[in-house]
């Protein structure tokens, strides 16, 4: 589901349900401009629920929505102010959707690049390999070998980009690496450090968020801390402050904006949250900055492998010709 939608979505429908629109009609109006196919069939479904008389909380358990949604919106249901809540998920998913378009711009220009510089490597191979072969084979010694040269160059990148489609397209791989990688780690930072905040502003106990939150990063590093910190509160240590130990991939900034706080947990994930999301923006854009002159420099040094097999031919031929 489109993360802007979304929260474009809640924001209205929260405006809405605090000037008195009921929700069922409220549903009704928004859900025919949604672009989103599937957003618009689920909140379509959870509309015609409603008018058939189901409850609110039975009727969302029964939709696909994403599962962190329809836990918020209980949450806000419970604590009577669902307006506000939908008006955090909505700056939520929008923080949200305007990071990870970043982040999703820094894994595809270099995958489009080297796929431009895979075809690009692959023609001129392609057209000097037949270059040498008909008109220097066997009057130049080697050539064979530097016909085979020329496509070490289209291999490599190959090879590249399936590691790169791969960690694209695995959900698996994907989950793990961005917990590693400079501003995705920052992002992923950020994301769950303000699903925490939301959880605990609307009213839940911290040992929930916390395993709500390591429900959400299940196979990844994240999900094994986030455990301890859960059996440390259940435990009784239920301060930030009182979480000592191998905290990784939480890195210490995180854990000294936590424990400054105090018991004030929810202004500490918050604190986190902002903090974070500011770094992946700026570490993103700088990556995206330097994608561009890296790109063209690289796709200058292929181009000028693929020529030296060339020169080297005529250079050889040239010397040949001057034995005689």
């Known amino acids: 589901m489109k993360m802007d939608e979304l929260a474009f979505f809640n924001q209205q429908l929260g405006l809405m349900l605090k000037q008195g629109v009921p929700l069922e009609g409220a549903l009704r109006q928004l859900v025919s401009g949604l672009r989103d196919a599937r957003l618009r ?17 039975p009727a ?40 990870w378009t970043r982040l999703q711009g820094l894994m595809v220009y270099p995958l489009l690049v080297i796929l431009v510089s895979l075809g690009l490597t692959g023609a001129l191979s392609l057209v000097f390999s037949r270059f040498l072969s008909e008109n220097f084979g ?8 530097l016909v085979n040269l020329m496509w070490l160059t289209p291999a490599v990148l190959g090879v590249v980009a399936v590691g790169l ?26 994301q769950l450090a303000s699903v925490i905040a939301m959880m605990l502003r609307g009213g839940t106990t911290l040992a929930e968020a916390l395993a709500f939150a390591e429900v959400l990063e299940s196979g990844t ?19 930030p402050a009182q979480w000592v130990g191998d905290e990784r991939p939480f ?20 604190n986190a949250a902002n903090l974070y999301y500011a770094r992946a923006a700026y570490r993103s854009d700088l990556l995206l900055y330097c994608a561009l002159p890296v790109s063209v420099l690289l796709l200058g ?4 492998w693929q020529v030296a097999p060339i ?6 031929f040239m010397n040949g010709l001057g034995d005689f």
Do not use: C
């Not at 604590?79 to 700056?91: K, S, W, Y």
């Open 251 to 270: 890195p210490p900034l995180f854990m000294w904006l936590l424990r400054q706080r105090g018991e004030d947990a929810a202004g500490g994930f918050q």
């Open 311 to 316: 020169m080297q031919t005529l250079i050889r």
């Open 138 to 145: 066997g009057m130049v010694p080697h050539t064979d070998r």
């Open 165 to 190: 489609a791969a960690v694209l397209l695995l959900p698996g791989v994907r989950a793990r690496l961005r917990w590693r990688l400079p501003a995705f780690r920052e992002a992923s930072l950020a």
């Open 301 to 304: 040094q292929l181009i000028l």
């Open 41 to 57: 069939s689920e909140l379509q479904g959870l509309e015609k629920a409603l008018a058939s008389g189901t409850p609110l909380l």
């Open 60 to 99: 969302l358990e029964a939709s696909k929505l994403p599962s962190f949604y329809k836990q918020m919106v209980q949450i806000g249901v419970r604590a009577n102010d669902l307006p506000g809540m939908l008006q955090m998920l909505a700056d939520y998913y929008q923080r949200a959707n305007l990071l």
């Open 221 to 239: 590093p994240a999900a094994v801390t986030l455990g301890r910190w859960r059996a440390r509160v259940y435990a009784g240590d239920g301060k």
